[in-house]
Each structure stands twice: as C-alpha cells, then as structure tokens.
C-alpha cells in the first residue's frame, strides 16, 4: 500500500496524540513536523521523525507533504487550513474548527476550490458506546429522536488556564467551555438529533474569575426534525462528575451515553481514567443488552490507550478516505456546524433573543465576546 505523506502543524500537547498515530499507522509516512517555536519542531522531529520547520508556506512547499494535521490553538486553525488547501493538500484540523464562522467559510472554500478533503477532529463519534447508539437511531429503533440532552459538570483549575498562554482569553481561545471543551458532545448531540432550527442560550463565568471567558453556558434548542433538546456546560463542578449526551425518541425509547467521567481529559496532561459507557438502553427487548455494552467496554479499555486509540481510528478513517475517494466520517461542513451551534449561543447571550439557523457569515458578530 502506498503511504500518504503526512505532516504536522503544532508541535504540543495534542499535536503529540497525532504525531504517535502518523507514526504508527500503515496509511501513513511523517515526512513534516512545523512549529512556530522552533525547538518544538525539533523536539518533535527529533522523537517522531519527519523534517522540522517553523513556518507553514515553507513546509508545504518543500516537503511534498500530501494531507496536513492541524494542532495550533483554534484562532490559528484557518491560516495553515487555507494555505494547505489552496496548494492541493488535504486538512485535518483539530476541533472546534475554528473559533469563527468567517474562518470555517474561508477554510470550506479553499477545500472546495482544489477538491481536497477536509476533516475536523471529533474522536469520541468512534467510541463504541455512540456508535451503538447512531446505529440504533439509524435504524429506527427509538422511531424519530425527539428530545436530545447534552451535559457536562467538569472542571479546569487556574494551572490549566496559565498552562498555555492563549488560553482563558476571548482573542486567543475565541470562547470558553462552549469553544474549548464541548465541540465533541456538540458534535455528538447534531449527529444524533440532525441540524438545529433555532438556539436560545446564556453564558456566565462562575468559577473561575482569573480568565475572561465563559465556564458555563446553557441553552435550549429546536432541532429542524422538530425535536426539542437542552445544553448544560460547565467547567465549575469541582471535582468534573460527568458528561453525558442522552436521546430520547418518539416511541418512548431512551439512549445514552457517559463519554467522560469525572473531569473530561486534558491531552498531554491527564489520561481518561474510566471507559466511556452507554448509562440508557430502553428501546423494548434490549433492555439487557446494557449490561452487556458495558462489560464488552470496560473489557476493551483494559486493552487499549484510550488517549490515543480513538484520534488514531479517526485519523486511519481520514487516510482511509482520501486514499479510496470517499467521504471521511467527520467532514468540514460537520465542523463548522459545532462552531455554529456555539456562535448561536453567544449571539443569542449578546442579543437576548432566541437565533435562527442557519447562519452565515454576515448573520453574527466576527468575535464571541460579548
Ligand atoms: N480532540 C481533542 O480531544 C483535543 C484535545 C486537546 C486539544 N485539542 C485542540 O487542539 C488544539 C491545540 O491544543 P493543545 O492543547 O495541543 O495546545 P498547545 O498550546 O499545547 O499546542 C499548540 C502548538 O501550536 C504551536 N503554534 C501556535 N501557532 C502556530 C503557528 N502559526 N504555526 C505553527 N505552530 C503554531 C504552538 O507553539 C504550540 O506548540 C486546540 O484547538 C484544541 O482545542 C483537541
């Protein structure tokens, strides 16, 4: 099998996650490593493989990287997205997307023009416990899903937000926990219920009175299927108890499932400490199959790192689709259909009024702050 030329843009904490599956899967040769601090390239290059550089135009030009893999902070994901794209190459982009719609626009645009694939990471769609339950909702089995629930009591400690100095910052992070820590359960909540129709939301910074943005926000949604659904995000339950995505549907039928236990985990900081479970199976006579999901997943997380295994499966599906031209499982319009549902809230926070989707370019502010 031929392999595909892989590169890396943002030598931290995720962007190591990346580096260990563009080293080990057979689809792909790290030819790439590209920092703006130049010793994290080095570093990267020097334990992973690949040329390092410190500039984007640069590596694209002289590594014959063919799909790019990108790991800078969120306002940073449109730039090296559109360069790479405007010269042939493929992109996957981190989530959330970007921290603006303007920017995911400008990315789709620049994948459209030259006909590359465009990805956005959302590793949690391929735990088994949410594929189980896309499957059983592809399949009817809770009859249309009516009503969808996304929960999340974590927490994140001051060392966090001074970890890295974008963080905390509505410049340099374009959000709090709506941007940073809930795309994947945003992401979750869409896939199963389809696009939204309307958002009205607020957001507030309860706990953590040392950065600008928001560590909480709530909101409550109409799906365009009709279907009805609520949000509850916050980083100020110490310590993080859960984060679940429930759906219930129209024949009675509940599903759910816990992706995070405790405080969801920090990528280069913190490992997942327990499996993520499906906590609802009610569709009639499947009652007992939970007890079943549940051994099959705690057995299975005995076996792998949880860290790494799930961007891998991502990334192999990426691979995977641009080597046999087909669709991979998250695309670009996916992710920018998180960072509306997030722009929604803000904007409906800023206007006190309930928004309509979708939304365009021209429809909300170009920051989130308020
Ligand atoms: N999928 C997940 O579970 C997951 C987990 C953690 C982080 N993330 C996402 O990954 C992204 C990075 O997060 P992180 O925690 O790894 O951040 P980080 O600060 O550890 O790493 C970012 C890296 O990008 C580099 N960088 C910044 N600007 C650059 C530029 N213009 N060109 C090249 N390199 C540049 C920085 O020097 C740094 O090394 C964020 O968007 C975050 O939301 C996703």
Redesign the pocket.
């Known amino acids: 099998m031929k392999r595909i030329r892989t590169a890396l ?7 190591g996650l990346h580096a260990a599956a563009l080293t080990t899967l057979p689809e792909s040769e790290l030819v790439a490593v ?4 130049p010793a ?1 390239a080095e570093e990267f290059a020097a334990k992973y493989g690949g040329q390092a550089y410190r500039d ?1 135009s640069t590596m694209i030009r002289e590594s014959g990287a063919e799909a790019v893999f990108i ?4 306002p ?2 449109a ?2 997205a559109v360069l790479a794209a405007e010269a042939g190459v493929h992109v996957m982009v ?3 997307m970007a921290a603006t719609l303007s920017d995911c626009d400008a990315m789709l645009r620049a994948a459209q023009k030259t006909g590359v694939t465009l990805s956005v ?1 959302s ?1 949690r769609r391929f735990y088994e416990s949410v594929q189980r339950m896309k499957a059983a909702i592809d399949a009817g089995k809770i009859g249309r899903p009516i009503l969808g629930l996304f929960l999340m009591f974590s927490w994140r400690d001051q060392a966090y937000y001074e970890s ?1 100095p ?1 963080r905390g910052k509505w410049t340099t992070e374009g959000g709090g926990v709506l941007v ?1 820590q809930s795309p ?1 359960q945003l992401d979750l909540l869409r896939w199963f219920m389809g696009d939204l129709e309307e958002v009205s939301g607020r957001w507030a910074n309860l706990n953590h009175p040392y950065v600008e943005v928001d560590d909480t926000a709530v909101a409550t949604l109409k799906f365009k299927n009709g279907g009805l659904g609520s949000i509850v995000t916050s980083l100020s339950q110490k310590p993080g108890l859960f984060t679940k995505v429930h759906i219930h549907g129209s024949n009675g039928s509940s599903l759910g499932v816990e992706t995070d236990r405790g405080a969801t985990f ?3 900081v913190s490992k997942i400490a327990q499996p993520p479970l499906n906590d609802l199976w009610t569709i009639p006579g499947e009652e007992h199959l939970l007890a079943e999901f549940e051994a099959a997943d705690r057995a299975r997380f005995q076996n792998i790192d949880p860290v790494t295994h799930y ?1 891998s499966l991502q990334i192999q599906d990426f691979l995977q689709a641009i080597r046999d031209g087909c669709p991979p499982l998250v695309s670009g319009t996916d992710g920018r259909a998180v960072v509306e549902m997030f722009t929604a809230i803000y904007e409906s926070h800023k206007t006190k009024a309930t928004v309509s989707l979708p939304l365009t370019t021209s429809s909300g502010s170009s920051s989130n702050a308020s």
Not at 9 to 15: A, E, L, R
Not at 34 to 37: I, K, L, V
Request: glycine share 12%.
């Open positions: 843009i943002g030598c931290g904490k995720v962007g590209c920092d703006a601090t994290r984007v790991c800078t902070p969120h940073l994901h730039e090296p981190e989530k959330p990471m590793q890295d974008w940073n994947h920090i990528a280069g961007h």
